[in-house]
Every structure is written in C-alpha cells, then in structure tokens.
T-cell receptor, first 117, second 116 residues
Framework: AQKVTQAQTEISVVEKEDVTLDCVYE???????LFWYKQPPSGELVFLIR??????QNEISGRYSWNFQKSTSSFNFTITASQVVDSAVYFC??????????????FGTGTRLQVTL | EAQVTQNPRYLITVTGKKLTVTCSQN?????MSWYRQDPGLGLRQIYY???????DKGDVPEGYKVSRKEKRNFPLILESPSPNQTSLYFC???????????????FGEGSRLTVL
C-alpha cells in the first residue's frame, strides 16, 4: 500500500537560513503524482507543486525548490533564505494512477516549520 | 472565481446531534472528496465521488455519510456525531477529462468541527 513519510515533525530556523523538508514515499505503481501543500496558521491548504513520476527534473520557483529522486523514493522541498511568512505546516502527498486514482491523495503527517527573527 | 466552498467553517455541537457540512464547487468537476485532518495523522480521505450518484468509501468512512445528487454539491453528513469526529474537514474537487482523472485538486478552506 502507498505511504508517505515525513520524519521531521517540527523544524525551527532563523530567518534567512535555508531549510529542507524531507519526504519519502512508498508505492508499487510506476505512474503516480507527488504533491506539496502548505498550511499556514489560518488553516487553508495552499497547493505548491505537483510532479508526475516520469518527470524527475528538479523544479525551482522563486525561493522554493524541489528535488525528486526516484532512486531513493524521495521528494524533498527546500526553502532558500527562509522568511517568517514561511512558518506553516507543510504536507507531502502521493496519488497512485495505475492502481488508484490521481485525485486520491495519501498525505504524510506534516512538518511544522517555525521561522523566527 | 474557481472555488470550493464549505459551510460552516466552524461548528461546535454535541454528541448525537445530526449535522451536515456542505460543499459546493463552481468548476463543473466530476470528482469530489472529503478529508479529515487530525494532529499527527495528516489528512485522510473519508469518502469520494466520481460523478453524480456515484460515491465510494475512502480510508476512514465510519460514522459518515455522503450524497451526490447534483454535480456541484457533495455534503458530508454526520448522523450521530461523537467526540472522536472532532477534526478539521476539507472538501476537494478535481476535473476528470475523458475518463482521465487529472489529479488537479482544488481544496475548500476547511471546516473545523468540535463535538462535545
């Protein structure tokens, strides 16, 4: 069965530090999607990225970057020069296309990031 | 504006008092689903619907009911709420194009439910 592990429960950094949030997944499907969501203190889920299993290119969006490595089943998320506004809970998620449906997400337990001045 | 709307956003109720959390989307999406979020457990799917009159259980369906009479609406019904259903609930929808589930999920803003 599919599984997503976010081993870091909570991370604290000082503003301007770089921080990497780890995500390790398990699936037997060859076709799947990986996601990252941000949940700020207000509670809504903010979509950050979706990656399909055939696209291993790393992605950069401003201060955010994602490293997808199929060999280690990891999809890590790095925030460069963190800011206080980055403080949130971040969720990694997986959906399986071969044996499931792309819209059925399996979430990790989340990593709470606290950025202080 | 494309959106998924949930109501109520906050609710405190008592054990056994039936309640419904509504979910409506304006994007003509076929797929809709409900998740609950609990500390240390992430989000888990409760029920989903691939289209009108087609619903199925997710990973944690016990104690919940759903219906899909119209494409835009997917209410979550708690017939007899219990304290272990205290949680943050999210509705989501996505487009199924030519029988292909695009996986492009749109989430509602969440409904925080407390059952005393």
């Amino acid at each position: 069965a599919q599984k997503v592990t976010q081993a870091q429960t909570e991370i604290s950094v000082v503003e301007k530090e770089d921080v990497t949030l780890d995500c390790v997944y398990e699936t037997r499907d060859t076709t799947y999607y990986l996601f990252w969501y941000k949940q700020p203190p207000s509670g809504e889920l903010v979509f950050l990225i979706r990656r399909n299993s055939f696209d291993e290119q790393n992605e950069i969006s401003g201060r955010y970057s994602w490293n997808f490595q199929k060999s280690t089943s990891s999809f890590n998320f790095t925030i460069t020069a963190s800011q206080v506004v980055d403080s949130a809970v971040y969720f990694c998620a997986l959906s399986e296309v071969d044996t499931g449906t792309a819209s059925k997400l399996t979430f990790g337990t989340g990593t709470r990031l606290q950025v202080t001045l | 504006e494309a959106q998924v709307t949930q109501n109520p956003r906050y609710l405190i109720t008592v054990t056994g008092k039936k309640l419904t959390v509504t979910c409506s989307q304006n994007m003509n999406h076929e797929y809709m689903s409900w998740y609950r979020q609990d500390p240390g457990l992430g989000l888990r799917q409760i029920y989903y619907s691939m289209n009108v009159e087609v619903t199925d259980k997710g990973d944690v369906p016990e104690g919940y009911k759903v219906s899909r009479k119209e494409k835009r609406n997917f209410p979550l019904i708690l017939e007899s709420p219990s304290p272990n259903q205290t949680s943050l609930y999210f509705c989501a929808s996505s487009l199924v194009s030519g029988r292909v589930d695009t996986g492009e999920l749109f989430f509602g803003e969440g409904s925080r439910l407390t059952v005393l």
